[in-house]
């Protein structure tokens, strides 16, 4: 009898090992392929227990800068960025209360704040031209260059341009969060990935900062894919951002709040997000796009 029960042991044992090595495989493959990397095995299983992705590049980067931190969050910056350094802080404050104003608590994994210190530096990291900021989920970070584009800004201006840059990419942080939270694996769309962070950023910020309204609105169909995105943006046909940020504010102002929320689970169980956002609202994307066009 105890032959057997050591049998079945040994078995459940090697069952698991097994079932063990096939996940970690699986999870190194789909982070390379995803993002583009070269990852170890056991790399890879430090960046799913982490969910922070610290490149070689990057550790170099942050030995060289000073260091201030708040709770979850480090901002890395140049001796000569001491007060933009600052000031960035105290805007995350005001992010993390934001955010948890709209969506409610969410993790918060550890996260990076780099403060750049030139153009050539900002890209080599972001791989994104025509932009002052941007936010990775695998490596938790968010990029911001300051300045260099924008030197003759006054330093109000400058404060203005941190505080957008600054609740815009957090907004995106603390969204995807959110989402890994609820379990939603549906894809959700750039359009509405945007309208929220820039729903977030405008929210008490200076009108100079912010686009003249296009004269058209452009399909949202045409705005729920990275490479559509990229495209539109590129060829600065319209303000896209603008547009989304519009189509956020229309759907909270109408139904409330929650309607986030509502609408992203929603999406982990409709066919596509027109779907999820009608069953949510009673909008489809084209009485959507007549609203915002009745706005203008």
């Not at 490596?139 to 911001?144: L, N």
């Not at 584009?149 to 969204?175: C, D, F, G, K, P």
């Not at 060829?235 to 309607?259: C, M, V, W």
Request: aromatic share 12%.
């Amino acid at each position: 009898m105890n032959r057997i029960i050591w049998k079945t042991i040994g078995a459940s044992i090697l069952f698991c090992l097994f079932a063990l090595v096939f996940f970690t495989i699986k999870v190194h493959d789909t982070l390379e392929s995803r993002n583009k990397i070269d990852l170890g095995y056991v790399e890879a299983l430090h960046v799913m227990a982490s969910r922070n992705y610290d490149s070689k590049e990057e550790l170099a980067l942050k030995n060289q800068l000073k260091q201030k931190t708040s709770q979850y969050i480090q901002v890395f910056y140049d001796p000569r960025q001491q007060a933009i350094a600052s000031y960035a802080m105290e805007v995350l404050d005001k992010a993390r209360s934001k955010n948890i104003h709209l969506i409610g608590e969410y993790p918060t994994p550890p996260l990076d704040l780099i403060l750049f210190q030139d153009s050539k530096q900002f890209y080599r990291y972001s791989q994104i031209r025509n932009t002052n900021g941007y936010y990775s989920d695998l490596d938790k970070i968010i990029g911001i260059l300051p300045h260099d584009t924008h030197a003759s800004r006054s330093a109000n201006t400058q404060e203005e341009l941190i505080h957008y840059i600054v609740m815009h990419e957090y907004s995106h942080y603390a969204l995807i969060q959110k989402i890994q939270a609820l379990g939603i694996r549906a894809t959700i769309p750039e359009w509405f990935l945007e309208g929220y962070a820039e729903y977030i950023s405008f929210t008490h910020s200076e009108d100079v900062l912010r686009s003249i309204p296009p004269d058209t609105v452009i399909p949202f169909e045409n705005l729920e894919k990275p490479q559509q995105w990229k495209h539109l943006r590129t060829a600065g046909a319209t303000d896209i951002y603008r547009q989304s940020e519009e189509a956020i504010s229309y759907i909270i102002n109408l139904y409330g709040s929650e309607s986030i929320i509502n609408i992203l689970m929603q999406a982990g169980r409709s066919k596509s997000f027109e779907d999820a956002l009608r069953q949510s609202t009673g909008l489809n994307y084209d009485e959507l796009e007549e609203a915002l066009a009745a706005l203008r």
